[in-house]
């Protein structure tokens, strides 16, 4: 398997894959960007806690570094893998979470500012199947086509060893009141956790986590994805070294920045691509807060920019 210092040379996308248009989402002009995180040190108890960029790469803590949101609900009231994703319709953010390392539900609570979070709950995703192990990582896309966000996050359903036997699996909303039946959403054969998705020129694009430990693998890999119906496109080469989890990406001056945590090693990484074909290590150029763990990166807008900065 590559270690860091060598992996980024050798990485080369499969030639059937696509080359990625310059044009895609970023920052409003006068804006940045926010990470939603949690800290391991705590296993999540503490909540959800924000961090702020100017420039996409170097991110401090706001409210320094106490959390914002508490959590209330779930099987163990954690606040694991934080996910944040704005409506495009409506402007409310909503935040889906990991609520318990076993169990059904996954959290779920809604904020105009970022700031000041509506009641959470609990929804039990994963209630209809039997022998369901846990509930991982949701993760929030807004399916443009159809009107809706989409869920997915990662369960192991049945025996299958310490490690699990992870498939991603997801469910549909327009409103976090109603929700369609969940079902088998990604199955490439092998163990999956840790999806995140970036738009970008209309392709919806897919990073995902090959959990697999023998042969090593733990990996970050993409590919190209069609939310409504679910359709895949071939994963590419490993775009991380082994052991990397909690992949977020975001556009930064036209460049996709792959985010990971380094969680065996205790800190964040980040690769860069324009084209999607070849990927440079950027791990120099990044900050992120101490002790932060997989977390997600949107663009906000100047206003909200500058709000947050004032919690200190």
Known sequence: MLDRRTFCGRVALAATLPAFAQRAAAAPAGGGYAFSYFRNADNGGAGMRLAISEDGYRYRAVR?????????????????????????????????????????????ASSRDLIHWSEQQAVPVMAAFPDTRNSWAPELVWDARARHF???????????GDEGDHRLYATTTRDFRRFT??????????????????????????????????????????????????????????????WSEGPTAVVVDGEIVLFFDRYTEKHYDAVASRDGRTWRDVSDRIAMPAGANHGTIIPIGAARLKALAALG
């Open 64 to 108: 320094n570094g106490a959390p914002i949101l508490v959590p209330m609900v779930g099987e163990n009231k954690l606040m694991r893998d934080p996910c944040i994703a704005r409506d495009p319709q409506t402007g409310l953010y909503h935040m889906v979470w990991t609520t318990s390392w076993t169990g059904v539900t996954i959290g779920h």
């Open 150 to 160: 989409v869920i997915v996050w990662a369960s192991t359903v049945g025996k299958a």
């Open 181 to 242: 039946p969940t079902q088998l959403f990604y199955d490439p054969g092998f163990s999956v956790i840790d999806a995140t998705f970036l738009e970008r020129d209309g392709r919806m694009l897919m990073f995902v986590k090959d959990e697999r430990r023998d042969p090593l693998r733990k990996v970050i890999q993409w590919c190209e994805v069609s939310l409504s119906p679910p359709r895949f496109g071939p994963l590419s080469a490993p775009i991380t070294p082994a």
